[in-house]
């Protein structure tokens, strides 16, 4: 894998931010976090020089050859807006968003399937959603390779997309329940990234996934991060001349 790297011009940040899951657990309060996530990125936006989406933005999304989700509008106009001011956006997918082609790409977003390494300045860092890594998780990763099937993605395109999304939203909330146990994906995350850590040093590991936010040492010179989620706190993670922060918005 290769090393993206970045820097930052004149004193401009990175942030970090995911587990938004717009579109639960109803329209109406959904729509307020949309709003709420908006408003953050509003705030944040003159001092951003990239912005990194940790994954399950939404909480379920399914694209087909000519037809998105109707929803999220709002979220996706602010993020293309940001993209025209010069922001470099970055979405890992999550497990309930990684049903995509290239809808997002087309908006001028950076995906990532999997774990990317970075260097920013002078760090070295290690960003992902955080789903499915290490040891265990295996009920979750059957359902991954369920989702991640040509076969099974063929049978949802067939279905009328208003039935198809009903279902997906469905599936979606089942594979919430597996994320309750949220110290444990931690802990399991952490793990993971204390093995990588073994073989090759990194100053900073970003993930999202356990919806626990975390700052975690992991050595003298390396240190684990969790952005958190959306649903009940709002953290984000800042980095800005070599120091990152985790904050609350
Ligand atoms: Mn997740």
Redesign the pocket.
């Known amino acids: 894998m290769e090393r993206i790297q970045i820097k930052l011009k004149n004193k401009k940040r990175a942030y970090f931010a995911g587990?938004f899951h717009l579109g639960i657990p109803d329209e109406k309060s959904s729509m307020l976090r949309e709003k709420k996530i908006i408003k953050w990125l509003d705030s944040i936006e003159k001092h951003t020089q990239e912005l990194f989406l940790m994954?399950?933005i939404f909480d379920f999304w399914f694209e087909y050859k000519y037809v998105v989700p109707k929803y999220y509008f709002n979220f996706l106009s602010k993020i293309s807006t940001m993209i025209d001011r010069g922001i470099n956006i970055h979405f890992f997918k999550?497990?309930?968003d990684m049903w995509t082609i290239d809808y997002f790409e087309n908006i001028g977003l950076k995906v990532y399937d999997n774990i990317q390494k970075f260097k920013i300045d002078d760090s070295n860092i290690i960003v992902g959603?955080?789903?499915g890594l290490g040891e265990g998780d295996t009920g979750y990763k059957v359902i991954k390779s369920i989702f991640k099937n040509k076969g099974t993605q063929f049978l949802f395109r067939i279905l009328h997309p208003d039935i198809g999304v009903k279902l997906g939203s469905y599936l979606s909330k089942s594979n919430k329940n597996r994320?309750d146990n949220s110290a444990k994906n931690n802990e399991r995350i952490y793990n993971f990234c204390k093995n990588y850590n073994n073989k090759e040093d990194n100053q900073a590991y970003v993930f999202?996934?356990s919806h626990k936010v975390s700052v975690k040492e992991i050595s003298t010179s390396s240190t684990y991060y969790n952005t958190g989620e959306w649903l009940n706190q709002s953290n984000f993670l800042v980095f800005e001349s070599g120091r990152f922060e985790i904050k609350k918005f």
């Open positions: 587990d994954g399950d999550g497990n309930h959603h955080g789903d994320e999202g996934h």
